[in-house]
């Protein structure tokens, strides 16, 4: 049965951060904008296979390489300065509108909120600094210090051992249900929010769902404790 969470761990890209502003860069280098989901999934995929073998590479050069195969795709090839461009933007994208509001209430609740991410830990921290939410998590955690990616249990355990409580006590929030049944089979709470699709049957279901980060926020806050 879930519970409150005394921390509330805030997955990253797509969840917190919209990746609107990658359609511009691909276009940029002969890329169709509309590429960008089919660029983002083939990375995860190959990000959750190194996972599932025990290996492990940076998102950036997992990302990198699927960046390389979709511009072939389309008849361009990328040099690497070009490529820079487009993946320094993981750096800059801006946060959903519900976001500082979620952290906001997290805040007042007195409940803890942290970051975690498949990117490095650079590129989250300079998401969080550029975006003005820096103070309002308390740690920014990254699989780099795992070295294996999610939804790998270790990367939730070690969030959870990072602030100092037990898997039972924290929840995960996230737009990818994929990342929901990783944190959900680790032990975690989990608030999912449907920002692109139904959450499959097929997964360990969320604790709570809401159409934004702000109605999981009350959802978790609303759990007995």
């Known amino acids: 049965m879930a519970h409150r969470p005394k921390v509330v761990a805030f997955d990253v890209i797509e969840t917190t951060f919209s990746l609107h502003p990658l359609r511009d860069r691909l276009e940029e280098i002969g890329v169709r904008s509309d590429a960008l989901p089919t660029w983002f999934a083939r990375s995860l995929r190959d990000a959750f296979a190194l ?5 492990f590479e940076p998102f950036r050069s997992v ?9 072939r795709d389309h008849g361009t090839d990328p040099d690497e300065a070009q490529r820079d461009r487009v993946l320094s933007t993981f750096a800059k994208l801006p946060p959903h509108d519900d976001a500082r509001p979620a952290l906001e209430a997290l805040r007042e609740a007195g409940v803890m909120a942290v970051a975690l991410s498949n990117g490095s830990l650079s590129a989250t921290e300079a998401l969080f600094e550029g975006a003005g939410l820096r103070d309002m998590v308390a740690h920014v955690l990254s699989v780099e210090d795992v070295g ?12 959870a051992s990072a602030c100092g409580i037990t898997p039972e006590e924290c929840a995960l929030v996230a737009a990818h249900p994929w990342d929901i049944h990783g944190a959900a089979a680790a032990g975690l709470s989990t608030g999912y929010v449907a920002r692109h699709e139904p959450f499959p049957a097929i ?13 999981v926020v009350d959802g978790l806050l609303a759990l007995s404790e």
């Open 51 to 55: 996972a599932a073998t025990d290996c």
């Open 148 to 159: 294996l990616a999610k939804p790998r249990r270790e990367v939730y355990h070690k969030a």
């Open 203 to 215: 997964f360990r279901q969320p604790s709570v769902t809401g159409a934004s980060l702000t109605e």
């Open 63 to 71: 990302l990198e390489a699927n960046l390389i195969a979709v511009a």
